[in-house]
Nanobody, 123 residues
Framework: QGQLVESGGGLVQAGGSLRLSCAAS????????MGWFRQAPGKERELVAA????????YYADSMKGRFTISRDNAKNTVYLQMNSLKPEDTAVYYC????????????????WGQGTQVTVSS
């Protein structure tokens, strides 16, 4: 099986920026749609952004539009999430996920998951 490993999380002040990376190994994920999800304590896991297999289309949750950008480099088997203008409410564990079925907002549609990286935004 392939593996996904997130990195780039950490502590950042409100208004700051952070870039998350999701490195895939074990197989190429170039044919997969990719999503970034996040989960804050006591809340459901939610889709942050998604990108289709070749990067031709993207999706963002309303609260992330204009602040977050998802991208991918299939040659490097890596997906990125650029996060700008971070707010304390963005604090969560961020996960990347992959699916062969096309991107979806539903957690259950994704076959591969990373272990997550913590993002903490201080006020």
């Amino acid at each position: 099986q392939g593996q996904l490993v997130e990195s780039g999380g950490g502590l950042v002040q409100a208004g700051g920026s952070l870039r998350l990376s999701c490195a895939a190994s074990g197989r190429t994920f170039s044919g997969y749609a990719m999503g970034w999800f996040r989960q804050a304590p006591g809340k459901e896991r939610e889709l942050v952004a998604a990108i289709d297999w070749n990067g031709g289309s993207t999706y963002y949750a309303d609260s992330m539009k204009g602040r977050f950008t998802i991208s991918r480099d299939n040659a490097k088997n890596t997906v990125y999430l650029q996060m700008n203008s971070l707010k304390p409410e963005d604090t969560a564990v961020y996960y990347c996920a992959a699916t062969l079925g096309g991107w979806s907002t539903e957690v259950r549609r994704y076959e591969y998951w990373g272990q997550g990286t913590q993002v903490t935004v201080s006020s």
